[in-house]
């Protein structure tokens, strides 16, 4: 039985998937859009990278490692540091001339950080409503022994939590994360570890932020070993009992003409419902496309961080904003370029015109009426029944008394003869079935 309550489900897994005909679960694609920010400061460069972006009510924020790397050398040309860049909607970033670290003989700059831990220093905003105002904004980054734990009280001025690492198992030598998991009520880590020589993920909890449980690695139940670079993991604002990941999967076998390093690299997609148990998708979510230098080493790198944007056109929905690292070791400066998708489109149930039925699970659920995010072609539809957990169809909620659905909605109720109340049924067990034709449906939910 799937307790739905009022929560928002989404089709990125067949968790709530009894059987499909003529219906597929198909992986999205985001958009490419502007050029978000270029690393051309000279404590910036080319490899800078391990960027961290979210909302922070009216403000975005934005961290990432400022580096760079001379091809021809072989080597770095200034020490790591740690940068800022804010925003008022998402799209357009500045650096604030913050005058905190001393550069070159300098303090107008954006550098936030340049201690321990600025290879991969990840910063959040902490939800834990315990947290104090001196530690409302933490991070960690890897130093000498394992993973470090920082504190600020304004995002800003940083300062170690405490001398010794927090966590010790794993390599650590990429981006790891944590966050405050509001679903469950304690923090989450995810890190950098080797599994038999393959780059992968390990992961742990603690409820006050510096003592951990021992570290134990994902598991991708039969999906085969590959090398995850990164993991930028979040628990997904519009479902937050749902874990969205979104890796930097490196092949580094594979070598570009144009440059002499090894390694090519996109970017795949990933879900979990309890942050140990993940389906990963084997094809990309994000291709490196026709641009050259997105096929050298260690490109196509997802930030950490998922944000709500406002659309391109006024009369379109808010969208998601995803943004991904390009020019990475490819001349004189990196860049991070902004992606979108649909609201909830990381995976839909897809028919063709042919049409296709799915049916749920028996489920409950709380509320009102049944609210679907979907988009059709102009020929295309959607349609719902509520059946008992046997299959028979409940009086008053058949396939042809359901309003025919069509168009392009995130949020639309659905009616079965002119009404949309399915609250008589309300905690009780039913399942759903939806017949589709030239349709996605994205995710669903029962609101009050």
């Given at each position: 039985?799937?307790e ?8 990125v897994?067949d ?5 499909m ?13 502007e ?14 990278a391990?960027?961290?972006v979210?909302?922070d ?19 770095t ?9 804010e925003s ?6 500045r650096?604030?001339?913050?005058g ?5 003989g300098?303090?107008?700059?954006n ?24 530690a ?6 890897s ?7 920082f504190?600020?009280p ?5 300062e170690?939590?405490?001398?010794a690492?927090?966590?010790t198992e794993?390599a ?8 405050w998991?509001s ?15 393959v780059?992968d ?15 134990v ?7 085969p ?5 990164t ?7 519009r479902?937050?009992?749902l874990?969205?990941?979104?890796p930097?999967?490196y ?7 144009e440059?002499p ?5 996109d ?6 419902r ?7 998708w084997?094809e990309?979510?994000?291709?490196p496309g ?13 930030a950490?961080?998922?944000v ?22 490819a ?6 370029r ?6 909830d ?25 049944l ?6 072609s102009?020929?295309?539809s959607v349609r ?7 299959g ?5 909620f058949a ?15 659905v ?5 949309v ?8 067990a039913?399942?759903?079935r ?15």
């Amino acid at each position: 039985m799937r307790e739905l309550g009022s929560r928002r489900e989404l089709f990125v897994d067949d968790w709530l998937i009894d059987r499909m005909d003529g219906v597929e679960l198909r992986l999205g694609a985001p958009t490419p859009r502007e050029v978000a920010i270029v690393f051309d400061a000279p404590w910036e460069g080319n490899v800078s990278a391990y960027v961290t972006v979210f909302r922070d009510v009216d403000l975005f924020r934005m961290y990432y490692r400022g580096a760079n790397y001379d091809v021809a050398t072989e080597t770095t040309t200034h020490a790591e540091v740690v940068c800022y860049a804010e925003s008022d909607d998402g799209v357009t970033w500045r650096k604030p001339e913050l005058g905190l670290v001393e550069f070159d003989g300098s303090r107008a700059n954006n550098i936030v950080w340049d201690g321990i831990g600025a290879h991969n220093f990840a910063p959040f905003r902490d939800a834990n409503p315990a947290a104090s105002a001196e530690a409302r904004y933490k991070a960690v980054a890897s130093g000498e022994g394992g993973l470090y734990a920082f504190r600020s009280p304004d995002g800003l001025r940083w300062e170690l939590m405490q001398e010794a690492p927090i966590i010790t198992e794993g390599a650590f030598d990429s981006q790891n994360l944590a966050f405050w998991d509001s679903e469950r009520g304690r923090y989450v880590d995810f890190h950098r570890g080797f599994r038999d020589g393959v780059r992968d993920i390990m992961t742990t909890t603690s409820s006050d932020f510096l003592q951990w449980r021992e570290p134990v690695w994902l598991d991708w139940d039969e999906t085969p070993p590959e090398h995850l670079y990164t993991n930028a993991i979040v628990a997904y604002p519009r479902a937050p009992h749902l874990f969205l990941g979104f890796p930097k999967r490196y092949v580094p076998d594979r070598t570009a003409v144009e440059h002499p390093y090894p390694g090519v690299s996109d970017g795949v997609f990933m879900s979990s419902r309890d942050g140990a148990r993940w389906n990963r998708w084997r094809e990309a979510f994000l291709r490196p496309g026709p641009m050259p230098e997105r096929w050298v080493n260690r490109n196509n790198m997802t930030a950490w961080g998922i944000v709500t944007t406002a659309p391109g056109h006024p009369s379109l929905p808010d969208e998601l904003s995803i943004y991904v690292s390009e020019g990475y070791y490819a001349g004189d400066e990196g860049r991070l370029r902004r992606h979108t998708l649909r609201q909830d489109g990381f995976v839909s149930a897809h028919a063709d015109a042919r049409g296709g039925e799915l049916v749920t699970r028996p489920l409950t659920f709380e509320g009102t009426t049944l609210r679907l995010n979907y988009a059709t072609s102009a020929a295309g539809s959607v349609r719902a029944e509520v059946q008992d957990v046997a299959g028979a169809v409940i009086a008053g909620f058949a396939l042809d008394e359901c309003a025919e659905i069509y168009g392009d909605h995130l949020d639309r109720s659905v009616e079965w003869a002119g009404e949309v109340s399915v609250g008589s049924l309300s905690g009780q067990a039913v399942r759903l079935r939806f017949r589709m034709e030239d349709a996605d449906l994205y995710a669903v939910r029962f609101a009050h």
